[in-house]
Every structure is written in structure tokens, then in C-alpha cells.
């Protein structure tokens, strides 16, 4: 198995194959997705605990998201049940992932502390606002800055970490190992992906609702509400299947054979 090495071009074309795969059954993927985001904030409400056991949970609901898209890409049925499917190989590796992030997540929240005092550290665990002073002052800015930098490895190693292990049965070292050198590999065609994702999910339609808050500015509140709902509605289950074409194209078994994931 290897990385490929993808141009900037294959990178751009992602979130549209991403709205392809959607496009197979929009209904049940988006059903998929909002029973993750409600299982994850009923989850995250549990006092301690509940933060902890989601960020552990993440790379194998992960899968099971991953799951759904290589389910509509091959033609295969998608019911409601693939949400849990992650969790049905490879989970103590899968858990061991979840605390690995949750610690370096930890570990570059805290080296922030040295520009803000643990100011941006205690707004993003702890539900700390900070007053417009502070945010005015600079260093919890230079403390976000800090911490981006930090975590750009971290979500590399991450990015394709939970297929390898689930698919591949790779090590926990052995799968961030390679989604990290596949990621490095790859920086043109990522690069060009998140630019295309500004584009087309927040430039464009952020023109678009002005325009039409604009032309009637007395129903400003409900336009933005009939525009963002089925905006969100698309953008995300389309996200989740980008993602999943990344690793498609990304990932091939051998030089000369053609680039399809491992079943399950």
C-alpha cells in the first residue's frame, strides 16, 4: 500500500466528488450525520466525563462516516445502522487513537499558555468568554496562532489515521506515520481543496446572503434561516464524502492497481 502523489487540480475536484456521492442518497446521509452531531452533544453535556468520551469516540464514528460514503460510491444500501459500524473493528486501537489526540490536543492547547497566560486554553475546555479588553489586547490572538501551528501536525497525522486502522488494520504508530507523510505529500492538492471549500462554503454563499438580505431587509432573520439550514444540510454530508474521496485518491494497494479501499 502507498500514498499518491496528487496534483493541485485532484485536490480542487474533491468537494465536488464529495456532492456526487452525497447526491446517491441524500436523505440517509444526512440522516447518518445528524445522528453523530446528536449523539456527540448528548455525549459532550455529561459533567467531566462527556468531553473525554467523545474526543475518545471520534476516530470510530470516523469510520463509521467513512463507511457510509464508500458504502454510496460502491452502490452498496446505506441504513441507519453504519453509524455504529466503526466500532466493529479495531476499536481498542480506534480508542487508542481518541486518547492520543485528546493528550497532544491538551499538550499544544497548554504551550498556547505561554503567550495569553491560559486564557485561550480556558475558552476552549472550559467555556471561558473573554472580555472585549482581552480580545482587544492581542495575546490570546497570538495564543490561537500558537496553537493552530501546533496542531497542524496533529490533525495531519489524524486526517487519514482512522481508516488505516480500521480498514488496513494498521498499528496506531504505523497508521498516523502514514497519514502524516501522506498529507506532507500532498500539501498542493490539500491546499487547493481548502480553498475550494472557502470558496464554495463560505465566500459564495456568504455573497449570496447578503445579496438577498439586502433586496429584503425586512425579513433579513428568515431569509438567513431558509438559506443557512439547507446550505448546512449539503455542505456537511458533502464534507464527510470529500473526505472520503480524498483517502480514495490519496491511498492506492499497489504501484499499478488501481486506487479502492480495503472492505471493512
Same mark, same amino acid.
Given at each position: 500500500m502507498q500514498a499518491r502523489k496528487l496534483t493541485a487540480r485532484q485536490g480542487w475536484g474533491w468537494l465536488a466528488a464529495g456532492l456526487a456521492i452525497f447526491l446517491k442518497n441524500p436523505p440517509m446521509l444526512t440522516l447518518t450525520i445528524l445522528g453523530y452531531w446528536l449523539i456527540i452533544a448528548v455525549v459532550n453535556a455529561v459533567p467531566l466525563l462527556g468531553p473525554v468520551i467523545v474526543t475518545m469516540s471520534i476516530p470510530a464514528f470516523s469510520v463509521s462516516l467513512m463507511n457510509a460514503a464508500r458504502n454510496l460510491d460502491s452502490g452498496r444500501t446505506l441504513d441507519i445502522q453504519i453509524l455504529f459500524s466503526g466500532f466493529r473493528s479495531q476499536l481498542k486501537t480506534l480508542i487508542m487513537l481518541g486518547g492520543l489526540y485528546l493528550v497532544t490536543s491538551l499538550l499544544a492547547l497548554g504551550a498556547s499558555a505561554i503567550a495569553d497566560g491560559g486564557m485561550? +486554553?480556558?475558552?476552549? !475546555?472550559?467555556?471561558?468568554?473573554?472580555? &472585549?479588553?482581552?480580545? /482587544?489586547?492581542?495575546?490570546?490572538? +497570538?495564543?490561537?496562532? !500558537?496553537?493552530?501551528?501546533?496542531?497542524? &501536525?496533529?490533525?495531519? /497525522?489524524?486526517?487519514?489515521a482512522p481508516v488505516l486502522v480500521a480498514w488496513h488494520g494498521f498499528s496506531a504508530g504505523k497508521a498516523l506515520f502514514f497519514s502524516l507523510m501522506a498529507c506532507l505529500r500532498n500539501w498542493k492538492p490539500f491546499l487547493a481543496y481548502g480553498i475550494c471549500i472557502m470558496t464554495f462554503g463560505g465566500l459564495l454563499p456568504g455573497l449570496v446572503l447578503g445579496l438577498l438580505v439586502s433586496a429584503i431587509p425586512e425579513a433579513a432573520s428568515v431569509a438567513t434561516t431558509l438559506f443557512t439550514l439547507p446550505l448546512v444540510f449539503v455542505l456537511a454530508p458533502t464534507l464527510i464524502a470529500s473526505f472520503y474521496v480524498s483517502y480514495r485518491e490519496v491511498f492506492s494497494l499497489a504501484d499499478d492497481e488501481e486506487t479502492r479501499p480495503l472492505d471493512a
Open positions: 485561550f +486554553l480556558q475558552m476552549m !475546555i472550559g467555556g471561558y468568554r473573554p472580555s &472585549p479588553e482581552e480580545l /482587544a489586547e492581542g495575546s490570546m490572538l +497570538l495564543a490561537a496562532q !500558537i496553537a493552530l501551528i501546533l496542531m497542524a &501536525p496533529v490533525i495531519m /497525522a489524524w486526517w487519514y
